[in-house]
Structure formats: structure tokens, C-alpha cells
């Protein structure tokens, strides 16, 4: 039996299987591949984001199975956007989690507050060492303390935060006619408010518990694996 493909992007912090906990079940249901996102490495050195490889990794998952649905937490959400802007035709259907989306809603207040907090770190954080860095992004973005980089993957982690790019510089628009979920955790009103926009350009709206992580929960986790059921019968129905 045809198992239908689904990708899964991750933010800023754990990567490849490792960022969706809860979703690792979904692979005896489907194709599932949990992708590392260009720079994200276990071993190797950080390197600079790079928007354009995210997406060339995330079409190229999407290619040999002749599409399938995209599921992407925070930042992850700019490319699994980018790629539907760039090849539609594959992407069966998008489920944002918490997206980072900032350019979509550039003009509006939570938005507009945020990047004011946050622009002046990202303009000195070539000024700054990792520790300092990562202590003060989770301080402003998270309202949180960070613990020490004790491990090398701690120190990786901290350098590899400090090369991410600004999540209001990526050029998104919508894709009119790719199914869309965008679930968040109802904690911040950056991401309410870059839910509300794609929710009034025709996406589905849900919130659950978790905080920054609503896919962890257990109606979160409900939510992405409803969604994608939903849009896979829809589709099954329209070929028969």
C-alpha cells in the first residue's frame, strides 16, 4: 500500500527526529521524514542559515514521492512556505506550527513590537559571543533563562543560534489553494497574530496547550495528525 509522504521541518532548537517527539508514531501510517534544516548537524560546525538550501532540501524530500504534506515548527515555517510558493504542485498541504512567518504580518502590532525587541541583538550579534547571545535571545524572544553550554553539543547549539537570520527578512506570500493548518499554543501574541493573518487568507485555526512546542501535546499532536487525515481523504476521494 502507498504510504503518503510527509515532511517535517524544525525550528531553531532540536532537529531531525529529534524536534517531533510525539509525531514519530506517524511513520507506521506514512512516509515520514524528519529533515535537518541546511547548518544543523549532530558533528559538524554551525554554518550561516541559508533559506534557499532549506528549501532545495525540503523540494528534494518532496520529488522522488511526487509530493506530500509539509509539517514545520518556528522558523521551519519559512522555507515548508517558500517551497509551496516555489513548487505547489508538491506540496499536498501545509501544517504550520508557531510559524515565524513576521513578514506576512510586517505591518501589524505584536509583529511590529517584536522585531523592534529583537532587531537590535540580531544587529550586534556578530559583537557578541555565543553564551552572551543565546542568553540574551531567550531572554527577550522566551522570557527564559538558559543553562550553561557544558557539552559540545550545548556550544554548537548556542553558535549555531547566533548564525540564524532574521525570521522577518524572508519574502513569504501565501500560496492560495494548499490546504493549511496553523496551530499554535496561545501563549505569545506574535504568533496569535501571524495565526490570525493566515487563518483570514483561509487557513484552519487551532491552538492547544504546550507553550512554543504545541505539537508535544497531546491535542496538538491530534490536530497535525487530523489535519493531514482529513486532506489525504480529500484528495484520495478527488482521484477516485
Known amino acids: 500500500m502507498h504510504k ?41 560546525e554551525p554554518v550561516e542559515s541559508n533559506v534557499a538550501a ?4 525540503l523540494i528534494n524530500a518532496l520529488v522522488d514521492s511526487g509530493g506530500g504534506h509539509i509539517v514545520a515548527h518556528e522558523q521551519g515555517a519559512i522555507s515548508a512556505m517558500l517551497a509551496a510558493v516555489e513548487r505547489p504542485d508538491l506540496v499536498h498541504s501545509l501544517c504550520l506550527v508557531e510559524p515565524s512567518c513576521l513578514s506576512l504580518t510586517a505591518e501589524l502590532p505584536a509583529t ?25 535571545f531567550y531572554r527577550r524572544a522566551f522570557s527564559a533563562e538558559t543553562g550553561g553550554l557544558d557539552t559540545p553539543e550545548a556550544r554548537r547549539s548556542a553558535h549555531r543560534l547566533r548564525l540564524q537570520a532574521p525570521p522577518w527578512e524572508a519574502p513569504l506570500h501565501i500560496v492560495p489553494g494548499v490546504p493549511t493548518l496553523v496551530l499554535t499554543g496561545g501563549w505569545e501574541p506574535l504568533y496569535e497574530e501571524i495565526a490570525g493573518y493566515l487563518q483570514e487568507t483561509g487557513a484552519l ?21 487530523s489535519f493531514i487525515t482529513d486532506v489525504g481523504r480529500a484528495m484520495s476521494a478527488q482521484a477516485s
Do not use: C, T
Open 54 to 57: 532549506d528549501v532545495a532540501i
Open 112 to 136: 511590529a513590537s517584536y522585531r523592534a525587541l529583537m532587531e537590535p541583538l540580531f544587529d550586534v550579534r556578530n559583537q557578541l559571543n555565543d553564551a552572551d547571545y543565546q542568553r540574551e
Open 205 to 225: 485555526r487551532r491552538v492547544a496547550a504546550g507553550g512554543h512546542r504545541p505539537q508535544d501535546s497531546v491535542d496538538g499532536d491530534q490536530a497535525i495528525r
Open 4 to 44: 503518503q509522504r510527509v515532511v517535517f521541518v524544525h525550528g531553531l532548537g532540536s532537529f531531525g527526529a529529534a524536534a517531533w517527539p510525539k509525531q514519530h508514531g506517524m511513520a507506521l501510517a506514512y512516509d515520514a521524514l524528519f529533515l535537518r534544516r541546511h547548518g544543523f548537524d549532530a558533528m559538524a
